[in-house]
């Protein structure tokens, strides 16, 4: 079984494609939030079993999706025991714009692992800022808190910006890389 659980939910299938890329990077197991915010009924304790978390979430207005937030709000009872303290934890967002406030979610999923006095692992990639910068370069949206991805509102899940997919695998394997070095402590 993974050390490594990817959850997250997806409203239309990109987010979806991310987590899968994320996933692979990471060698980790997906937990798909399904369209009411409900997991998998084994998925619990297999998030309490965890050495990490990354969580996902599209950004919709400018925050994680409902179905998220009901998941996030659900992880009180977990708070409550401090079940999750000392786990590592990640996280990514995807929205149709560059920007769509991408931030704000990422740092909501932050303070969230922070509640649960999880150590977040940033995405550890130097930006591709310059001029000659393009779309299938890695760290393309120049994150830094996590991953950021963009996929074009009229675009299939197979037209998401293959830097931003190139991207999700490296940040899995930041994640399952300190993992590992914490495990090993």
Request: hydrophobic letters at 40%; charged letters at 20%.
């Amino acid at each position: 079984m993974s050390d490594v659980f990817v959850v997250y939910h997806s409203g239309y299938g990109h987010t979806r494609k991310v987590a899968e890329h994320v996933a692979q990077g990471a060698n980790a197991t997906l937990i798909a939030i399904d369209e009411n915010g409900n997991l998998p009924e084994d998925a619990w304790d297999k998030l309490n079993t965890a050495k990490a978390i990354i969580f996902g979430a599209p950004t919709y207005m400018g925050n994680a999706s409902w179905q998220f937030k009901k998941f996030a709000d659900a992880t009180s009872k977990v708070w409550f025991t401090r079940g999750w303290e000392n786990k590592i934890f990640g996280g990514f967002t995807n929205s149709a714009s560059l920007n769509g406030d991408k931030a704000v979610t990422l740092e909501w999923l932050n303070t969230l692992a922070s509640q649960h006095g999880g150590i977040w692992v940033s995405l550890g990639l130097p930006p591709a800022n310059t001029k000659a910068a393009k779309r299938t370069d890695i760290n393309n949206l120049g994150g830094s808190v996590g991953l950021l991805v963009q996929s074009p509102a009229d675009a299939s899940t197979d037209e998401i910006p293959q830097g931003d997919l190139d991207t999700a695998i490296l940040y899995g394997k930041r994640v399952a890389e300190i993992t590992s070095r914490f495990s090993a402590a």
